[in-house]
């Protein structure tokens, strides 16, 4: 016989005797099956953080709060963004901070935005918009 016939023969023989032992076993009408438990978990935000957008312009002007104000100095900067890094932690978001400059900003403006996020360690990015100048909300 060959071995793809012996190992046919085989797996018959197996399950001859595992439709024995099904057969032959004793089933108890008294089982016992523990259904799991469901339950519901409390809502969360599924993002944890908030952006906070500082524009920076060409002359050096940084726009904040959504462009409803504006300052030159990084040191408002700074104290702007310490304070509203402090509201978001009442809520328990952490704040990332997305820099977005005019294509034609010198890079000396974009840095000190950056420097001051580096001083308060808070994540930031650094967006460039190209070929389009932003000009503040009026």
């Given amino acids: 016989m060959s071995q793809g016939g012996m ?3 085989l797996i018959d023989v197996v399950m001859i005797l595992l439709f024995g032992f099904v057969c032959s076993s004793q089933l108890s009408e008294q089982s016992t099956i523990t259904l799991p438990t469901t339950f519901e978990l409390a809502t969360s935000h599924p993002d944890p953080e908030i952006a ?3 524009g920076v312009l060409k002359d050096g002007t940084y726009l904040l709060d959504q462009e409803k104000s504006q300052t030159r100095d990084p040191a408002v900067l700074a104290r702007y963004l310490e304070l509203k890094r402090e509201e978001l932690a009442e809520s328990r978001y952490t704040m990332r901070v997305r820099i977005r400059a005019n294509f034609d900003t010198p890079i000396r403006y974009i840095m000190r935005a950056a420097d001051v996020c580096d001083r308060l360690q808070l ?4 967006e460039v918009r190209r070929g389009v100048a932003v000009t503040p909300a009026r």
């Fill in 7 to 9: 190992i046919v023969r």
């Fill in 52 to 54: 906070e957008f500082v």
């Fill in 123 to 126: 994540l930031k990015s650094v």
